[in-house]
């Protein structure tokens, strides 16, 4: 190109799209675009469709989506659905529309098989059940995915798939019900070592195994699956041009992750489960060989991560109050 890239980065705001904007800014010259939710509604068709048809843009990430926990799922369904199918559909199609060279849609571990076999490889998509409680947001992701299948396959696009494990880290979302396992353990762990509180209950009985991995070496993860050319990714994903785990390869029970979180915090109290409250999937660990092939391993290990994530939800808190 005779200019530096234009790259729209979709949900910069949200805890993976704002390492992706932390990446590019660190490894290249190219010109990141954003919009903030108050000046685009990515919901909206008519409004992507005038903003990718002023702005020239070159390439896409499509870390937008409406996310939550367990709670959040099963209390928000229709929004968790609608919300993620039009976000997708909307950059996608315009996307192609204005020609852009090259997507990434980040989906989600939770589109595949409640009981499919661990760890988890790409070809046991819709094989099996989904788990109930998620199933809204995970056949949303799957749509995503499928979209991304289908314009290459009827257009010729080059628009790629990428499914991260459980992420945690800088920007994630600490509210006390609608967060996922690990923000949410650590605002609890924080809030009752300032309250002296003797225990902390967690939902489940803590036997799920979970595997976790750092926002920023997702954000690598992306870039370096972008940044491949189309023939050499096609040969070595065995798939249609789209659909890539991104993981660490090793998961971790619940309970042994609590125990962490508490080290991190530094929470002298007791950990309790509520057996009554649903526990999701016996275990989700992805199978990465396909995303090893492009000589890409997470660097971060979990005990790290985490020390860096009480960091930032240290600072985000301090700057709040």
Known sequence: MSRNPRIYV???????????????????NAEIITRDRSDLDLTDQHAVRDFFQEEMIDQVYLAAAKVGGIHANNTYPADFIYQNIMIEA?????????????????????IYPKLALQPMSEDVLLTGELEPTNEPYAIAKI????????????????????MPTNLYGPGDNYHPNNSHVIPALIRRFHEAKLENKTSVEIWGTGQPRREFLYVDDMADACVRVMGVEKEIY???????????????????????????????????????????KPDGPPQKLLNIDRIN?????????????????????????????
């Not at 979709?10 to 290249?28: E, F, N, P, Y």
């Not at 749509?143 to 990428?162: H, M, P, W």
């Not at 042994?256 to 309790?272: D, F």
């Open 143 to 162: 749509a995503g995915i499928k979209l991304c299948e289908s314009y290459n396959r009827q257009y010729g696009t080059d628009f790629r798939s990428v």
């Open 90 to 110: 909307n950059i996608i199609h315009e996307a192609w529309r204005t020609g852009i060279q090259r997507l990434l849609f980040l989906g989600s571990s939770c």
């Open 293 to 321: 092939r492009f000589d890409w391993v997470a660097p971060t290990k979990l005990r790290d991560g985490l020390a860096e994530t009480y960091k930032s939800f240290l600072i985000e808190s301090n700057r709040r109050n």
């Open 10 to 28: 979709a949900g910069h705001r949200g805890m993976v799209g704002g390492a992706i904007v932390r990446h590019l800014k660190a490894i290249s």
């Open 234 to 276: 096609e040969k070595n994903t065995e798939v249609t041009c789209s659909h890539l785990n991104v993981g660490v390869g090793q998961d971790i029970s619940i309970k042994e992750l609590a125990e962490l979180i508490r080290e991190t915090v530094g929470y002298g109290g007791e950990i309790s489960f509520d057996i009554n």
